[in-house]
């Protein structure tokens, strides 16, 4: 097991089950995290196609990756709309990039587009529908819950770090049913633990207790 296997897979275990099971509770101070968290994988993604030295396989890509991690993170912590249109975007980018490598056309810079322009469709969406509570949810489970299993899996040597470079949802597709399942489960798990404590007429997060 590489130092970037472990640091990758225990980050993202870590992240990702705190956003599972708390992120709409702790949404002010874990989306930034979260943020941070795809900022750094999807900027070593742009890093090893432009540069073509592997995923987390050198300095640059590392320092790319952390330099937009740390730029999302920013952004989301201090103007809540831009904060909810990186959380969709998060998700549609994932969905967009591991779908398309998935069917088998590869992760290479028309993934990387496909990617963007989902992203962007989910941003919208997101934006447009006025951030219910419900999809806050929603995201934050079922993206913690990918996140953790990716998480597990590099660090058992199941994949390498490299197969982050598709998505947290793409790796999961060429893991057959152990993966999809386990990914169900803590998805679900986590979405109940959220409802649990969150009343019926909620509609929305409450602005007045983010920073700005």
């Known amino acids: 097991m590489s130092i970037e296997g472990i640091l990758v897979g225990l980050l993202a275990i870590v992240i990702g089950a705190a956003w599972a099971f708390y ?3 702790l949404f002010t101070i874990l989306l930034p995290i979260w943020a941070f968290f795809f900022g750094l994988v999807a900027g070593g993604q742009w890093a090893a196609e432009i540069f073509g030295q592997g995923f987390f396989a050198s300095v640059l890509s590392w320092g790319i990756g952390i330099v937009f991690g740390l730029v999302l993170a920013a952004i989301s912590y201090f103007w809540y709309y831009a904060a909810i249109v990186i959380l969709g975007g998060a998700v549609g980018y994932s969905l967009g990039v591991g779908f398309f490598e998935f069917l088998g056309f590869g992760t290479g810079v028309i993934a990387l587009v496909v ?6 469709l989910f941003a919208i969406g997101t934006f447009l529908l006025g951030v219910p509570v419900l999809l806050v949810m929603i995201f934050s489970a079922f993206s ?3 996140a953790v299993v990716n998480g597990v899996l590099i660090l058992f040597n199941q994949i390498p770090v490299g197969a982050v470079n598709v998505g947290i949802f793409g790796s ?3 893991q057959g049913v ?3 399942v386990a990914f169900l489960l803590i ?3 986590a ?3 959220q409802m649990r404590d969150v009343g019926q007429t909620i509609t929305s997060i409450d602005r007045s ?4």
């Open 23 to 25: 992120g709409l509770k």
């Open 115 to 120: 990617g963007l322009i989902l992203g962007a």
């Open 144 to 146: 913690g819950a990918a």
């Open 172 to 174: 999961l597709l060429h």
């Open 178 to 180: 152990v993966g999809t």
């Open 187 to 189: 998805g679900a798990a």
């Open 191 to 193: 979405l109940i633990y």
């Open 209 to 212: 207790s983010y920073s700005y």
